[in-house]
């Protein structure tokens, strides 16, 4: 699958499909510092034209950043149910020390 997915990355000429691609790799990877070289490396293939090595890149830094931000919202929302459930037990701990 990997091997797919890298050879239609090297194929396209689309940085919306080559960014949504190298997504996928990122995702199925061990090792996103590998994804990441590779991404470098195929986004800068096209020296000769730095415009489009720039907008190419730009889509894989909004891809990916987009991609956070959704990892961070998730954990976010994760989070809060968590804390609000270790702050309503301590809060109960606290009214049996008080009372008790």
Request: aromatic share 14%.
């Amino acid at each position: 699958m990997e091997e797919f997915l890298s050879n239609l990355a090297g194929s396209s000429s689309v940085p919306v499909v080559t960014a949504f691609v190298l997504g996928l790799l990122t995702a199925i990877s061990p090792c996103p510092m590998a994804t990441n070289i590779t991404a470098i490396g195929f986004i800068s293939k096209d020296v000769e034209d730095c415009r489009r090595v720039f907008i190419n890149g730009l889509v894989y830094t909004v891809s990916g950043a987009g991609t956070l931000y959704n990892r961070v919202k998730t954990f976010e929302v994760w989070f809060r149910r968590v804390i609000s459930i270790v702050f309503i037990g301590v809060g109960i701990y606290y009214i049996a020390v008080i009372w008790f």
